[in-house]
């Protein structure tokens, strides 16, 4: 289907403290999972662009991970990520959890926000478990500190008030050719998607320090002669004794991981999947570049 005249496209950044519930937004907002959602803080590691294509208008919605002190290389390059994102962008939408409210990481992301020169949206995310009294004096609290184009109060979990942001994108992005076909939801390659799946499966499998040390990669997508998918992944731990907890006693929780990662893989693709999961030690992986260019991560020093 060809372009609509007079289309209109433009990025929106979200940015956050870790758990402020951006994943859970672009998935809302997209309406299917783009980004993978756990209970555990920076989930998230590079960019990952939702794609909503509303009339004439195509709003690409960029998920950032959370912005907090970083320790390691990894937070380092995560929190670069995140920052690049918000400059890159037409709108920069500042997530709070309504319920921590002004926290010593929200407070840092007031002070980085100064900086970015676009305009900036205050979205209060998990409404419903705050008293409306409280929100109010959040949200004049935040916007007192610094200037937002429009206040947005809503829930992504259960979807209330996610389409009044959407709508309000989608009048206010710049005129402009759509950068994604209208039926691309996200600019994750197959096997990209399958191998962020598997890591949502692994961190909601194990709930030791392991998955932070932890990264999940496609070797092989090969799309089969009868139209299923063949997925080869090596899930790199930097411990032997990792190692040990991931596979499981008997290999038990590594073909949970597996049948987690598989069940949703299928849903997702709508073709049979053959899933085939590997463990391997790499000490030193998070000082690999390598790994830093298959997480779309720039490699910092």
């Not at 195509?58 to 994102?85: H, N």
């Not at 992944?233 to 598989?262: C, E, F, P, W």
Request: with cysteine.
């Amino acid at each position: 289907m060809s372009e609509p005249e007079d289309t209109r496209c433009g990025f929106i950044a979200l940015v956050g403290a870790p758990n402020a519930g951006k994943s859970t937004l672009l998935n809302a907002l997209v309406g299917t999972k783009v980004s993978i959602v756990t209970h555990k803080a920076q989930t998230t590691r590079a960019q990952i662009r939702g794609v909503v294509t509303e009339g004439a208008a195509q709003i690409v919605f960029i998920d950032t991970p959370g912005i907090f002190a970083p320790k390691r290389r990894l937070d380092r390059a995560m929190v670069e990520s995140a920052w690049t994102g918000a400059g890159d962008a037409d709108f920069v939408a500042l997530i709070v959890d309504a319920e921590r409210g002004v926290t010593a990481e929200v407070e840092a992301l007031l002070k980085g926000l100064e900086d970015i020169r676009h305009p900036r949206v205050l979205v209060l995310n998990k409404i419903d478990l705050i008293p409306h009294e409280k929100l109010l004096g959040l949200s004049a609290d935040l916007n007192a500190r610094l200037k937002f184009e429009a206040t947005f109060m809503l829930s992504a979990l259960k979807g209330s008030g996610v389409k009044d942001f959407l709508d309000w994108t989608a009048e206010r992005i710049p005129p402009g050719p759509w950068h994604f076909p209208e039926d691309q939801l996200t600019d994750l390659t197959l096997a990209i998607t399958a191998a962020e799946v598997t890591r949502e499966k692994l961190f909601l499998r194990i709930h030791e320090e392991i998955p932070y040390n932890a990264t999940v990669e496609t070797e092989k997508f090969t799309i089969q002669k009868d139209g299923s998918y063949r997925i080869d992944q090596v899930i790199y731990v930097t411990r032997d004794t990792h190692k040990k907890i991931v596979l499981g006693a008997g290999g038990q929780t590594i073909k949970a991981i597996g049948a987690d990662s598989r069940k949703e893989l299928m849903e997702m693709y709508e073709v049979p999947v053959h899933l085939f999961l590997f463990v391997k030690v790499r000490e030193k992986w998070a000082d690999d570049p390598e790994r830093y260019r298959e997480m779309g991560l720039e490699w910092t020093k």
